[in-house]
């Protein structure tokens, strides 16, 4: 097994905010330090600067950095994309060359009746008779009808 070290240089970008595209940040670190770093927002820490600030946990954020895996392994929530969704991330990495290992379903609600996996039987076997009553049933006329 390789051990893929993470820390270094990423880039931080938020969907929509053109003032962040492509800030480069260093990793482990956060959002707010980077942008303070960049000049961007003042130290919340300080004075009212908290609620000047206050917009940038309102924001989805996105670290991004390539690297390359001999896998990957696909997290998908419950119920919340379409089967088509999953579908097409599978063949997005698998037509770069990935290979799949595994989905794993997140937020799976245990307690609703369609978690449940429902199992199907068929049952098959012969009956048979004892002797006697095989013996009792060829003692009997028959009831057939001659024309």
């Known amino acids: 097994m390789r051990i893929l070290d ?7 970008s938020s969907p929509g905010l053109d003032a962040v ?8 670190g956060g959002v707010h330090p980077a942008l303070m770093e960049a000049g961007l927002i003042p130290d919340p820490g300080i004075g009212d600067n908290a609620a000047e600030v206050k917009w940038v946990g309102e924001r989805d ?12 392994l ?3 929530q419950y119920r919340k994309y ?20 595994g989905v794993v379903l997140n937020n799976i609600n245990i307690m ?5 996996y429902y199992y199907h039987t068929y049952q ?4 048979y008779r004892t002797r006697e009553e095989e013996a009792d049933r060829l003692a009997q006329p028959s009831e057939k009808k001659v024309s």
């Open 6 to 12: 993470l820390t270094g240089v990423w880039r931080l």
């Open 21 to 28: 595209a492509g800030l480069d940040v260093v990793v482990p």
């Open 61 to 72: 954020w996105v670290f991004e950095r390539p690297f390359e895996v001999d896998a990957a």
């Open 74 to 76: 696909l997290v998908v």
């Open 82 to 101: 379409p089967r088509v969704m999953t579908t097409r991330a599978k063949q997005t990495v698998e037509k770069v060359g990935g290979r799949v290992l």
């Open 112 to 116: 609703r009746d369609d978690y449940y």
């Open 124 to 127: 098959s076997g012969y009956y």
